[in-house]
């Protein structure tokens, strides 16, 4: 009997043993993403053609602080698709407008990703409107003799990814 009980013992510590299983621990290296940092963002009209500019500079805070610039051309009179991506100097970086856009550049989303090169895939977008109260995109008509209109961020922008 006491054999029998013995085996016993074993075989229920065992069992148990097996069906205690480690739970999930989290990862020590998960962490919340920074936001991309632009600064010097301008857009203009030129006046004499018929073009349009988008010129920032951008810095990956998920990246070891890597900074790029972009500027993107595009002609006033056609569309530009939401399906079209800019390339920044740093071609891991990318630049789109996601609502389209033609001449409207007092009114637009700007949309910041990394492209498939990238190491760490990230996006983000903001909405820029000169007319919304206390907004910091301004725009100014015919600034200067070639300019038919002009828009400035003033201060540092941070786009959530």
């Known amino acids: 009997m006491k054999l029998t009980t013995t085996i016993t013992t074993l075989l229920l510590a065992a069992a148990t043993t097996t069906l205690a299983l480690p739970t999930a621990q989290p990862n020590a290296y998960a ?7 632009i600064t010097g963002l ?21 990246a ?42 007092d009114d637009f989303t ?15 977008e903001v909405k820029l409107d000169a007319s919304a109260s206390g907004s910091n995109w301004v725009c100014q008509q015919n600034p200067t003799e070639n300019v038919k209109e002009q828009c400035t961020y003033n201060g540092e922008l941070d786009i959530p990814v």
């Not at 700007?110 to 983000?124: H, M």
């Open 31 to 37: 962490r919340a993403l920074k936001p991309f940092q």
């Open 42 to 62: 301008t857009a203009k009209i030129l006046s004499d053609i018929d073009y349009a500019s988008l010129t920032l500079n951008l810095v990956d805070q998920n």
């Open 64 to 105: 070891n602080n890597t900074a790029t610039s972009c500027t993107w051309w595009w002609h006033t009179d056609k569309e530009v698709l939401t399906t079209n991506v800019w390339k920044c100097e740093n071609t891991n970086y990318g630049l789109q407008f996601p609502d389209g856009m033609k001449s409207n550049i």
């Open 110 to 124: 700007l949309r910041v990703e990394t492209t498939s090169s990238a190491t760490v895939q990230e996006a983000g």
